[in-house]
Structures are given as C-alpha cells and as structure tokens.
C-alpha cells in the first residue's frame, strides 16, 4: 500500500476519499477496514485481497494509489452481519467505519469536501454482541493475562454479551487448563509477556485468537484508574480483595473494551473473584479425553454436555456448561445443588409446567447488553419486557406449592433464592415491565430503523404525526379534487418525487387553462417537460413541508423513545439481570432433575473423605447411544461397580482384558460420574459416594503432535509426567495403556514405575488399564492395588465380550481374535496364532532369540491369500481327518455337509 510507483508512471495525486481511507486504517491497524460508502462496506489494497478470499466474493479495481491499480471488494450495508460472522469465524478482526456526518452539511464546506468518518466500532472475536454472530448456548468470553512476577499471575475474563467479568490467580502451570475450562474466543496478552510465559503458551488448545497489547496497558497504576473510572467509584476495595495481577488483567481487559467499542462504555456487572481451590481442576488434555464439551473429532453431538443437556432456554444451557468446565469442590454448596435437583425430581407437574413457561423464556442478558452499547432494537426491549413477566409468573408457580411441599422441612437454599428473586420482582422492574407492555407495538421490526414499534396512544405528539403521515395521502387527495373543480381540467394530479416534493401536473395542452384563469397568481409554475408541466401552490407547498416534517418527525420521535427507553433499562440493568440469572438457574435445575427421571440417575453421597465407591456404574454418553441406535434396539449397557477405597484409604485398580471388552469405557465412566457429582447433579449409578476430588486426569487414547515434532510415544511420556507430577491424594488418575509406543521391555518397565509412582508417592484414587499381564504381580507387593479384568466368553473358538468388571486378572489377552474379528485376512490371522504359540511357549529365549524362532515357524513367509478370506489351511487339516475307506454313505454325507459349511463361515 506504501510501495513506489514504478518508473515511467504518471502518478496522480491523492484523491480526498482516498487521503481519508488511509488515515482511518491507520487507525484500524490489523483489522480489516470497513469503509461506509452510501450503501456499501466497501475494502481496499490488502484488506480487500484477504477479504474477497475469505467471502468468496469478487475482487474489483478502483482507481490508483501510488500509480497502482487499487484492488477493492465491498458488501452491502444492510446485510454486513453475515459477512462479519464469516470473517470472524476465519479469525480476522474488523474495524467498522461509518458516515457520522450528513452529506448537505460537508457539501457546505466545499463541492470537493468529503464526509466526515470515523471509526465506531471493533468486531473481535471476544467482543461480539450480536445475536447473528453468537452461539445461543456458548459463552463468548474475551481473556487477558497478567503476569505479576515468575510464574505467578492472573486471568480475567468477562462476556461483552452477557456482562459477566471474573477474575483469579494463575500460575503457568495451570494456565493452559484455565483456558481449557472457559475456552475464550480472543485472549490478550501484553507485549513484553517473558519468553517463560511465551513457551507456555505453544500448549494451547483450541481457536483461541490472540491480541497483543502495549505493556502500559499492564502497570498496577493504569489498571487502577481504567477500573475505577469506569465503575465511577474511588477504590475497587467495596468489590472484593483483589491481587495486584487481578486488577491489571481487569484493567487490561476493560480498557480493551473501551478501544473495541469506540467510548460506548458497555454493562458489566461487578466483577467476582473465585480461588482455584474452589473449583475442580481439569486440564486440557482430559477434557479433551473424557470429551466433555465436545468429541475429539470437534463434534458436540457425542459429548458429555450434550448427553445431559436438557436446559430449554439459551442462557440456561450457557449456565450448565460454565458448571461443567468447572465443578465444586465445597462440599455444602455441592449440596446444595442437589437439593434444588431433587426438589424438582420430586415434583414432577411443578417440573413440567416450569419448562413448559421455561420454553417462552427471552435472552434477557444478552439483549440488556446490547441495549447498553446502543445495538438493540425493538425486539430487545419485547425481550425484557416477556422476561420479567414470566418471571413473575414462575416466582409465584414456586411460592404457592412450597408451604404444602415442606410443612415439617426446611427450603433447599436455591430454591429459596428462586423464590425471592421471582416472586418478589422490584417495583422498579415491575414498572419498567408494565410501561414497556404499553409503549411496544404487536409487530416490531427488528432494526429501529424500520420504524412503526411504538404503540398508539402512548404518546400524543407521536400519534399527532403519525395521524398527518398515514393520512397524507387523503389529504392530498382532496386538495387534487379541489384543483380539478378549480380549474376544470379533469386530468389534473398531484403528484410527489424526491426533487420537487409534491406538485400539480396536467398536460401540456390544459396548462394555459390553468393560469390563463388564475388572476390571484395561485399556481406557480415549476417544470415544463415534453408531455406535461408542473406547478404549484402556497397551500401545496406548506402541506408539503408539514408532512414532510411529520414523516422525519415521527421517525425521531420513535427513536427519541426508544432512548429513553434503553436509558431506564440501563439503569435497572442490575435488577433485570439477578432476574435473568434466576431464570438460567431455574432452567438449569429443572434440566437436570428432567434427566435424573428420564436416564434413572441416583443422587450421589458427597463429602470431604476419600471415597470413590459407585454401584451399577453406566458411561452417560455410550448408554444413550446404545438407547437409541436402531441397529442396537436391544442392546443395553452393562454397568459396573468401582471400589477405590479401601477402610477410607486410596485403591489403584489395575485393569487387564482384550481390547473391544470396554476397559476405556469403563475407566471414563467414572471420571465422568465424579465430575458430575461435583456440579450438583445426578449420576449413571445405582448407589454412588464420591469424596471430593480436586483434580481429574486421564490419560486415554494415542495422538501425536507433528506440528511441534512430537511422536505418540512423546506425547504420551509428556502427558504421563504432567499427571505424577501434579496428582494429589484428592485427585482420581484413569490412564489406559502406558507405554505400548515403544519396545515391549520398554514399556513394561515405564508402565511398571508408573504404577507404584501412582501408588506410594501419589497415592491417590486411580484405575490403570495395561495389556502387560506381567504387572498384575505387583498386587502382591502394593498393599492398595486389586487387580480387575474385563470378563469375556470363548465359545467355538470365538470370544464374546460380556462387557463386566470382575476381581482377578485376564490370562490372555485376544489380541488375535480381536483382529479376526476386525477383518484381518485369514492367512495373516493364521500366521499370527503361530507366532503367538511359539512366543507363548517361550521358544525365542530358550533356543537363540529370533533366529531360532525363524526356524521353527513352518513355511518363514507370509501365508498365500486365500479366495474369499476362506482358512485353508484349517480346511486342509479337517479333510486329512477323514478317513474314506471307514465311512457310510451317511457319515460321508455329513462330512461334506462340515466342510462345506466351514468354507461358508470363513468367506
């Protein structure tokens, strides 16, 4: 853009326009600049090349820079919203520059003026509002990192769309799970961020955008003034005791709210601060693991949030999957969920007329935020309006069945707040909701600009205008009638265009009867046309103005409403949004005891010991897919128990059994019941007890990471390290396999450590899978690890996984029959039951290694294919077995029928 003209070229000057869009993409930085023409976004050099390829739409020229032609694209205005979600989406940001000057006025300043621009909004990925850009269910959250010394530091997050803002202290370590939990959409990070923090960062996971900012933005003293100035108070001290790194990484993030939105300060509420103790820590791995937002293939369909997920309203799906990325880990407010789920467990008509009203439920955050940065429309308003409304009405559904339901208990704690923030809406609110039910119109538009959302009779001077503009045309009607009569010339309208306003037009013909007759000078000519001349009126002319004036009026007078409006829902934003939360809690708790009933989950005994004992346990994700799988319509799942404590005393199991036989399904299963005990809800078990569990990991699954030039085996030794060198008494351990990415010796001897590092120095609550039968043996020396297997049945040769947990260890493992079954042609099948009988048989160290091994294995090459996957040699073997000379005619009979109905088996 700032390139040379090349020699030999005329370069003309810059033009005004041109002159004006350099100075606003100075501005815009590493946006992409959309430039308001008339009704276009239009883009230009760069921003339009990365542009057209992104939307797909086609890459123009207009004029030249520099002597260069100027690429340009544009999109139209009106309809701008889903070519931002698409550039938002492929990770760009955009700077939205509009006219904020009328073109009569800059006509006024010289015929070459330009109008006046300026840049009023960025559109980041952390900072969008707008329902057509954001996921109903997902929060949209923006994050920034300070780092106060070393490897101590602190997040904030907030959603721009909801007004939530959070802040706690992190450390490096555990930085990359906190992102892992909230998965925020942009994160911002200061520009002199140490080489130590920046290494870290190569762990993350996800789309995460990254914005860089100036480290001034960072220093205690800016945060300080950034919070306060904008929160209009003189210390944070009435908010909370924050550290120093929490207040600049919510002055870092706030003040990037401030440069987004162009000094449209938005809503938020008061920021909280949570501990890290206070919630369960998982990291990005197990999630990933154990899928419990979405599938590793990126899918939510699949997950352990979508299994559970019966909410019926947005906010109400976006509370369940906060709590989800992080359970509890106090006991009381654990139970205290619970209660609240099973108060709706136990009264199902209550339960179902709530989510019935649930269902009718507004967006009520998000439209209050939009409201606050002057985004919204009519239908936002109507949203708070309908909000409120069944808020009241649900406030009073809870109010009127609890004196019958708890005449000799106490109120669960939640359910009580619900009442309390239902029934009981503000006078305040109440007022805003009645004045917004008579102020709003039936069919609102959605853009204020579209007009006509007021209702009659709310406001006189509104209606008076509204009377003049609807009316208009009879007006004129009978002022057309009034000429005719006048002047006798039937062919006599009035007609209106844009230049001239309205005015009187006949035929050329019948002109001079018009003014021929006139002695008062009544009709002033205007235009003579090669068909028809115009004139027109004192009278005409005055009429034109008034209803011209009543037209602009009226769109004003809405407008300056509407204001007014969004000025009383600002200032009860506070209220109405403790009535939203309530409404997402009541969504939330209603859910979960809705899927208690329907899937039969048991509500789990929690406390501080550490206990895992769960009875009948059921992976939530496998058993609704068997449910509904029609080609499984009588498949059912096999639950199974888990025992891993012993006289209150941590237990390793030790897992053996064939693959197929469901050991990863069951050791995620109980990862899953523990998370889900700890967010208040109900579990996939008959019985279950879960002392508190502070952190997850699980280690299931191989994957590598070529991009950072790391093997399966590496990333599976990186992720190991990280789990014994973080897991604590309290934590519960699932890994399945170590070591099987390497020499058998190897791994043995890795998975062998692993184990007893699990169970003296850890010490905690764990379940390890392994196809090396040789560490079942270190049950006899590790006091709290019990071997288990998976139990299968061999009949005819074959194996039927019966999907059960049963003491003791697997004497085999079936690997071979597991190939056999996943399609392995036969020949190789058979080669490898011979490898395995000499290898079982110890043949390779008792007689010289592999090269004895070479030798006594018949025929050292690779079996022929054989026709239809058919065993011949298994044929070959059952004819030598027969004995012609001996057999009657009916047992010669029956040995053809054998033989050929094993060729059937095997084709």
């Known amino acids: 853009m700032d390139g040379s003209a090349q020699p030999g070229k005329v370069v003309k000057p810059v033009t005004p326009m041109m002159a004006q869009y350099l100075e606003m993409k100075t501005q815009a930085g590493d946006a992409l600049l959309f430039f308001r023409m008339g009704d276009f976004y239009e883009l230009f050099f760069e921003d339009a090349v990365k542009a057209a390829a992104a939307l797909d739409i086609t890459l123009t020229r207009r004029g030249q820079h520099k002597g260069e032609d100027i690429p340009m694209c544009g999109v139209p205005w009106h309809s701008h919203e889903g070519y931002l979600a698409r550039l938002i989406k492929a990770g760009f940001k955009v700077a939205l520059c509009e006219q904020t000057e009328d073109p009569a006025e800059a006509k006024k300043r010289g ?60 450390t490096r370590d555990d930085f990359a799970s906190e992102l892992a939990a909230l998965s925020p959409r942009e994160v911002l990070l200061s520009d002199n961020l140490s080489d130590a923090w920046q290494g870290s960062l190569s762990d993350l996971h996800g789309d995460h955008c990254l914005t860089m900012q100036a480290s001034t933005v960072y220093t205690l003293q800016s945060a300080q003034r950034t919070l306060t100035d904008f929160y209009q108070v003189r210390s944070l001290d009435a908010y909370g005791d924050f550290q120093a790194s929490e207040i600049m990484a919510m002055g870092a993030l706030v003040a990037y709210l401030e440069l ?22 998982i990291d990005a791995v197990t999630r990933a693991s154990l899928e419990l937002d979405q599938t590793q293939r990126g899918d939510s369909n699949g997950s352990l949030l979508s299994a559970i997920d019966q909410t019926v309203t947005g906010p109400g799906a976006r509370h369940l999957s906060s709590w989800l990325a992080r359970p509890l880990t106090e006991v009381e407010k654990i139970r205290a969920r619970q209660q609240a789920v ?34 919204g429309g ?49 006078e305040t609110t109440g007022a805003l909701c009645a004045e917004l039910q008579e102020a709003l119109g039936d069919n609102l538009p959605l853009l204020t600009r579209d007009g006509g959302f007021i209702a009659s009779r709310y406001d006189d001077t509104l209606d008076e205008l509204i009377h003049l503009r609807d009316n208009a045309r009879k007006v004129i009607a009978g002022l057309e009638d009034k000429y ?10 009035v007609k209106h265009n844009n230049v001239l306003g309205y005015f009187i037009e006949t035929p050329v013909a019948q002109a001079e009867r018009l003014t021929e007759g006139d002695s008062t000078g009544e009709f002033i000519h205007r235009q003579t046309l090669a068909s028809a001349v115009r004139f027109t009126t004192v009278e005409l002319s005055e009429l034109d103005a008034k209803i011209s004036r009543a037209r602009d009026g009226a769109v004003a007078r ?15 934003a506070a209220e109405i949004s403790l009535i939203a939360e309530a409404l997402a809690d009541l969504d939330v708790f209603t859910g979960l005891a809705e899927l208690a009933i329907t899937q039969k989950y048991f509500c789990p005994v929690v406390d501080d010991s550490l206990a895992f004992e769960v009875t009948g346990g059921r992976h939530p994700v496998v058993e609704q897919a068997l449910r509904h799988a029609p080609q499984n319509e009588n498949a059912r799942f096999i639950p199974n128990d888990c025992v891993l404590t012993n006289d209150d005393r941590a237990q390793l199991w030790l897992v053996t059994g064939p ?10 299963q109980n990862a899953l019941i523990a998370i889900l005990a700890q967010i208040g809800s109900f579990v996939p078990a008959s019985q279950a007890r879960i002392g508190i569990v502070d952190r997850v990991f699980s280690r299931v699954g191989a994957s590598d990471d070529l991009a950072r030039g790391r093997s399966t085996f590496m990333v599976e030794m990186v992720e190991t390290a990280s789990i014994l060198n973080q897991a604590t008494a309290r934590s519960l351990v699932v890994l399945d396999e170590i070591g099987r990415g390497t020499a058998t010796f190897d791994g043995l001897s890795i998975a062998w450590a692993t184990a007893e590092h699990l169970h003296d120095v850890n010490q905690c609550r764990g379940l390890f899978a392994t196809h090396y039968h040789e560490m079942t043996v270190l049950s006899e020396r590790l ?31 079936y690997g071979v029959a597991v190939a056999r079954l996943a399609g392995l042609p036969a020949s190789a099948v058979k080669r490898a039951e011979e490898v395995l009988r000499l290898l079982e048989e110890g043949k390779v160290h008792k007689h010289g290694g592999v090269d004895a091994l070479i030798q006594e294995l018949p025929l050292f090459s690779a079996g022929p294919p054989v026709e239809g996957g058919a065993d011949w040699g298994e044929l070959a073997e059952q004819v030598r077995q027969v004995e012609p000379d001996s057999l009657t005619p009916r047992e010669a009979l029956e040995a053809l029928y054998q033989l050929k109905e094993m060729l059937q088996q095997h084709e």
Not at 661 to 667: E, P, V, Y
Not at 790 to 805: C, D, G, S, T
């Open 484 to 493: 005719r009569q006048q002047s006798e010339i039937k062919s006599l309208k």
């Open 342 to 375: 099973q108060y709706f467990h136990d009264e199902p008509a209550q339960r179902e007329q709530i989510r019935t009203i649930l269902k009718k439920a507004p967006d009520m955050q998000r439209a209050i935020s939009r409201l606050g940065l002057d985004r």
């Open 260 to 281: 987004t939105q162009a000094g449209k300060l938005p809503t938020l509420k008061t920021p909280q601060r949570t501990a890290r103790t206070e919630t369960m820590t």
């Open 111 to 170: 015929p070459k003026s330009v109008v006046r621009r300026e840049i009023v909004r960025f559109v980041t990925p952390g900072t969008l509002t707008e329902e057509t850009l954001l996921e109903t269910r997902r929060n949209n959250y923006l994050l920034a990192l300070s780092v106060n010394r070393g490897d101590n530091g602190a997040i904030a997050w907030a959603d721009l769309s909801t007004g939530e803002i959070m802040t706690r202290p992190v």
């Open 378 to 426: 009519p239908r936002d308003l109507a949203a708070l309006r309908d909000g409120i409304f069944l808020a009241g009405e649900l406030g009073q559904l809870l109010s009127q069945s609890l004196p019958e339901t708890f005449t000799n208990t106490a109120v669960p704690t939640h359910i009580h707040q619900l009442c309390e923030g239902l029934a009981a809406v503000p």
């Open 558 to 572: 809405e407008l300056e409403l509407f204001r007014g409006l969004c000025r009383r829902v600002v200032e009860l």
């Open 659 to 668: 693959n197929m036989a469901g050991k990863s399904t069951f050791l995620r």
């Open 783 to 813: 006091d709290r690890l019990q071997n288990v297997s998976m139990k299968v049945q061999e009949w005819q040769q074959e194996i039927v996984f019966l999907h059960e947990v049963v003491p003791g260890s697997a004497n085999r493992s």
